[in-house]
Nanobody
Framework: VQLQASGGGLVRPGGSLRLSCTAS????????MAWFRRVSGEEREFVAA????????YYSESVKGRFSISRNVAKNTVDLQMNSLKSEDTAVYYC??????????????????WGQGTEVTVSS
């Protein structure tokens, strides 16, 4: 199984970026898919997730209303649309796949497979 994250880069505050996670040997619709991020020197934190069967989405409070997670079954990808970006969104973003129980949707322990990360820098 491989998860390949892409789409990171440098963007000004208030701008937008779209991250994409391409899965190999794994069908994104059969797994709960999530995005986490890690700021240098800190723990990896939950950003957003989409559940396997229901497609229900979950967001951390810090990104709710600005970020949107979606999956493209035809392309077997999961995307993270990030709008109104702030400097505090600067981090390395990781996609993950797993079958977490509901209470673990926002926990790293709920995901078995991880991508390599893509860096997002929000700066003027």
């Amino acid at each position: 199984v491989q998860l390949q994250a892409s789409g990171g880069g440098l963007v000004r505050p208030g701008g937008s970026l779209r991250l994409s996670c391409t899965a190999s040997e794994l069908t994104v619709s059969r797994y709960s898919m999530a995005w986490f991020r890690r700021v240098s020197g800190e723990e990896r934190e939950f950003v957003a997730a989409i559940r396997s069967n229901s497609g229900t989405t979950y967001y951390s409070e810090s990104v709710k209303g600005r970020f949107s997670i979606s999956r493209n079954v035809a392309k077997n990808t999961v995307d993270l649309q990030m709008n109104s970006l702030k400097s505090e969104d600067t981090a390395v973003y990781y996609c993950a796949a797993g079958v977490p129980i509901l209470s673990s949707v926002g926990q790293k322990s709920g995901y078995r497979y991880w991508g390599q990360g893509t860096e997002v820098t929000v700066s003027s």
